[in-house]
């Protein structure tokens, strides 16, 4: 914002109250002369000094539409083209139902419980928060924050808040933008200690990880699967480490892939964070993100969450049960700057739609598509080592639906322009968000592929090569 804010002198169409004598009624009521005023609390520093770049406005609606049809006009679909993309947002297939569900008017929202009366929608969410639970054998489940990045940050600041210290580990096999998030949400008096995993096998050493883990370290924060799709198959080992310093243990991970893998709280996870895409949400040109925390019902991390909890809460009826807010005067809802943390807008939608998804597969559907997206991984590696010129980092430890390659020669970049030609969106350049991974080609397999799918993406690498 800049110094002096200038309202415009006629109405917008889209904005409430922004009818200049309405605008200047509700200035008087509350008792400001202008609205920089609203702003005198906001430090000089922090405000833009210039005024935004913004197009001219658009007074009719119909060309307003037009506008943006022209935008998103601009954006490609992963189809009709064959897609290995992965990194963090993945081409899971989506159940006709979930769309369905979603798309009905009483959800159709991505607020949290709006309205107050709407204990529908508040049943909803219990509903995923339950099968959430089941999945990760946890006790109590946050509805979604913005995205799994948040989810992390926050559960980190948990375990800030529970141990009162002033230092975290944590891996570095991780997206990058989550690593970004993490530090920009972090305090500026905390202390991150980055850890790399092991080149040759694609994991964290615990040994490693206990160099850096002391009495002051708050938290320690393990993704498995990781940012190259490897099972950190240490994590027990360093959770009991942590655990002897007294240190939160936070594990990543995404849930989809726990109809396969051990859930983390089976090794030693205090707090456990993700993203809820991969469940039934879809890609959305990246933007179909819902971030998860979860913990053991013990009251001390109960009252660390940050955002809504709903539970079952009897009413004045004798023997009827609600859905209601759990210790809702946590929140910054009910507190303002006193609470945990400042909650806003959540991506709620997808709770619904995630848990729509979780009750139409039930406990063997999720088995199913872990084992079967387990051997599809295993048998893409092995195709691809297969090939002249080609290697697969990282071969002999367990992946789980992601997995590097390399080409003798060409660069990553190289590859993907080379096989989008053939139909192909053949993986990720971590290049582009690694320094030293130019060579480095991130591929992910779903259940949407077949054999048939993989062996034709192992062809073409060949063709290309």
Sequence with gaps: MKGTVTMPSTPHPYLPNSVPEVRQEMLDTIGVATIDDLYNTIPTELRMREGLDLPAALSSEAHLVSHMRGVLGKNRPAAPATSFLGYGCYQHFVPATCGEINGRAEFLTAYAGESTEDHGKWQALFEYTSLMAELLDMDVVSIPTYDGYQAAATALRMGLRLTGRSEVVISTAMEAGKLEKIRTYLPDDVEVRLVDVDEATGRLDPATVASLIGDETAAVLIESPNVFGVVETGAREIA?????????????????????????????????????????????????????????????????????????????????????????????????????????????????????????????????????????????????????????????????????????????????????????????????????????????????????????????LGAIA
């Design 240 to 460: 009991g480490t942590a655990h002897a310093h007294g240190t939160v243990v936070v594990a990543a991970t995404d849930p989809v892939a726990l109809g396969y893998l051990e859930a983390p709280a089976n090794w030693g996870a205090d707090i456990v964070c993700g993203d809820i895409q991969s469940l039934g949400v879809g890609m959305h040109f990246g933007g179909g993100h819902g971030g998860f925390i979860a913990t053991h019902d013990e009251p001390e991390f109960v009252f660390e969450f940050a955002s809504r909890l709903f539970g079952l809460s009897p009413t004045e009826e004798p023997g009827e049960i609600g859905f209601t807010d759990v210790a809702y005067e946590r929140t910054s809802l009910a507190r303002r700057e006193e609470g945990n943390e400042w909650v806003g807008t959540a991506a709620s939608l997808w709770a619904i739609t995630a848990g729509v998804y979780l009750s139409l597969m039930g406990p063997e559907g999720m088995r199913g598509l872990g084992e079967y997206v387990a051997g599809m991984t295993r048998y893409a590696k092995d195709r691809i080592a297969a090939l002249p010129g080609f290697t697969v980092p990282h071969a002999d430890s367990a992946n789980w639906r992601e997995f590097v390659i390399r080409h003798d020669t060409l660069s990553a970049a190289e590859l993907r322009a080379r096989m989008l030609e053939r139909g192909f969106h053949a993986g990720v350049d971590l290049g582009k968000f690694f320094l030293g991974r130019d060579g480095d080609l991130l591929v992910a397999v779903t259940e949407q592929h077949t054999q048939a799918d993989i062996d034709a993406l192992a062809r073409e």
